[in-house]
C-alpha cells in the first residue's frame, strides 16, 4: 500500500532500543533507503506536549484511561501528519515505540480491559500496522538496572517491578501470535544482539522487499 516501510523497536526500558535502532539505520543506509525516525508518545509538537504531560510526575492522579488516550491522541497525530505522508512518498519510518506499547503497557501493565484497547485501536487506527517490529525482551531487573542509573525516574519509570513482570508477559504474549513481531534476546552481550538484530533484518529485508 506504500512504498516506504514502517519498522518499530519495542521493549522494557533499558532493553537497548536507542541502540537497536542504530542498527537499523545503518542497514538502511547501506540498502539506499531513505528514513525518519520518530518516537511515541511523541514526534509532532502537539504529541511531545501530550509525552511530558504523560510522563512527567504530577500533584494529580493521572488515571489509566487518560493515560491511555493520550498515548492515543498523540499516536494519531503522529501517524497523521508525520508516518503515513512519510511512507507515501517512498521514505521508511524508524519508530521508536508504537501501539504495541500501549498494549503492554496500559493493557498487561495496568491491567486495562483487552475490550478497550480494542475498540479504541480499531476506531483510532484502523488497519495501520507498522511492517516489522523488533520486540527487544529483557527481564525487567535487568533492563531497570542499565537505564536507572541515568538519573531521576519518570512518572512510569516509577512503577514498582510487577508492573514491568506484566508488561513484559504481554508483550510475549501478543508477539507469540503475531509473526510481523520479531523477539530479540536483549539479554546478551550489545555485539550478540545488534548481530541478531541485523540477521533478522537481512532474512525480512530478503523475502518483504
Ligand atoms: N509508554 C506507554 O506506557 N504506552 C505507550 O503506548 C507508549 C509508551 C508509546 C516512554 O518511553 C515511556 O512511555 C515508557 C513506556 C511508556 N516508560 N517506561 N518505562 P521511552 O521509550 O521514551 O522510554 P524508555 O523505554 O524508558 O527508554 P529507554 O530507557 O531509553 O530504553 P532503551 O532505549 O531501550 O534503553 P537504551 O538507552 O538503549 O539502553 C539503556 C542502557 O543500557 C544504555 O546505557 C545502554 O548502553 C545499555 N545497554 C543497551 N544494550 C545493552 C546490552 N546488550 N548489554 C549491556 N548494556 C546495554
Known amino acids: ?31 539506499g533507503k531513505p528514513f ?6 511523541g514526534g509532532t509538537p502537539l504529541a511531545e506536549k501530550l509525552r511530558e504531560l ?33 511512507l ?13 506499547s500501549s498494549q503492554a503497557y496500559q493493557g498487561g501493565g495496568r491491567q486495562l480491559s483487552t475490550q478497550l484497547l480494542q475498540t479504541l485501536r480499531a476506531a483510532v487506527l484502523g488497519d ?19 537505564a536507572r542509573g541515568r538519573g531521576e525516574l519518570d512518572r512510569i519509570e516509577q512503577e514498582d517491578v510487577s508492573f514491568f513482570e506484566r508488561t ?5 504474549e501478543i508477539a ?7 523477539t530479540i ?3 546478551h552481550d550489545m555485539s550478540t544482539v545488534h548481530q541478531n538484530i541485523l540477521n533478522q533484518l537481512e532474512q525480512w529485508f530478503e523475502h518483504k522487499c
Not at 489509566?64 to 505522508?85: D, F, T, W
Not at 513484559?168 to 510475549?172: F, K, M, P
Not at 507469540?176 to 520479531?182: E, L, R, V
Open 54 to 86: 504523560v510522563i512527567q510526575t504530577s500533584e494529580e492522579f493521572l488515571t489509566s484511561e487518560a493515560e491511555l488516550m493520550m498515548m492515543y491522541a498523540s499516536r494519531v497525530q503522529l501517524i497523521h501528519n508525520v508516518i503515513k505522508p512519510h
Open 185 to 187: 534476546n536483549a539479554e
Open 1 to 31: 500500500m506504500y512504498s516506504g516501510k514502517f519498522i518499530v523497536v519495542e521493549g522494557l526500558e533499558g532493553a537497548g532500543k536507542s541502540s537497536a535502532i542504530k542498527v537499523i539505520e545503518s542497514f538502511l543506509t547501506r540498502n
Open 168 to 172: 513484559r508477559a504481554r508483550y510475549l
Open 88 to 100: 507515501e512518498k517512498g521514505t521508511w519510518v524508524i519508530g521508536d515505540r508504537h501501539d504495541l
Open 176 to 182: 507469540k501470535q503475531d509473526d510481523s513481531i520479531i
Open 128 to 146: 495501520f500496522r507498522p511492517d516489522l517490529t523488533l520486540y527487544m525482551d529483557i527481564e525487567p531487573s535487568i533492563g531497570l538496572s542499565r
Open 36 to 41: 525518519i525516525n520518530t518516537r511515541e508518545p
